[in-house]
């Protein structure tokens, strides 16, 4: 992998985030407890991924006098969802960043060629003066995340970045192959994929976990 896109990879280390991770891969965690780890990861990670979001100065007046102090326009990020499993993260985000608006972008993984294909793409308007997150539990073969970048790329944000818990280093050199300008935030570089493009230790499939469906 190119060095650029390795100063590009965020590791977020912080011991809780490691530790509900852990909770996370139990195999024996049920949907419910899957579902509130995801929504506290996503909290935790949130604080990270915007540690640079720009701010202004706003007039407040404090209970002793009136001053002037940094605040976010939350309405100028965006969180965009892959579907489905994206969506396991947004209520977390948002109650971070409750102003911030929300696009989603349809894609499912063909079984065979492990490509992704399309089915829905929509965005809040005006996005050339918007910072937007995307958001998916899982960077495994990158395809999804590269096809998800392409569409967001075509309408000029001011900025982009990609969140999420577990990254396979084949999902980092496929994303940095495309876009090496787009910074990944993970909880987890874990080892490979393995012949399905799941990753390995991993956590299983992500989607199935939130919602019960396997």
């Known amino acids: 992998m190119p060095d650029t896109a390795t100063r590009q990879v965020h590791h977020v280390t912080h011991p809780l985030v490691q530790h509900k991770l852990t909770l996370m891969r139990d195999r024996h965690s049920s949907s419910t407890t899957f579902r509130t780890l995801l929504g506290e990861l996503a909290m935790l990670m949130v604080y990270e991924v915007t540690r640079d979001t720009p701010t202004q100065l706003v007039e407040v007046e404090t209970p002793l006098e009136t001053m002037m102090s940094p605040i976010i326009d939350g309405k100028k990020l965006v969180?965009?969802?892959?579907?489905?499993?994206g969506n396991g993260m947004l209520d977390g985000l948002l109650r971070v960043v409750?102003?911030?608006r929300v696009g989603h972008v349809g894609l499912y993984r063909d079984p065979d060629t492990l490509q992704a294909v399309?089915?829905?793409f929509k965005m809040p308007t005006g996005m050339e003066e918007r910072d937007?997150?995307?958001v998916d539990p899982m960077l495994a073969t990158g395809?999804?995340?590269v096809a998800a970048l392409d569409r967001?790329?075509?309408?000029s944000p001011r900025s982009i970045k990609f969140l999420c818990l577990l990254a396979a280093p084949e999902g980092i050199a496929a994303l940095h192959g495309s876009h090496p300008d787009v910074p990944i935030y993970t909880a987890a570089i874990d080892?490979?994929?393995?012949?399905?493009?799941?990753?390995?230790?991993?956590?299983?499939?992500a989607g199935d976990r939130i919602f019960g469906t396997k």
């Open 98 to 100: 409750p102003n911030a």
């Open 152 to 155: 967001l790329k075509a309408l």
């Open 143 to 145: 395809h999804s995340a």
């Open 79 to 85: 969180f965009a969802s892959i579907l489905r499993a």
């Open 118 to 120: 399309e089915y829905y």
């Open 191 to 205: 080892r490979e994929l393995n012949e399905h493009g799941y990753i390995l230790p991993g956590l299983g499939d």
């Open 132 to 134: 937007v997150i995307v």
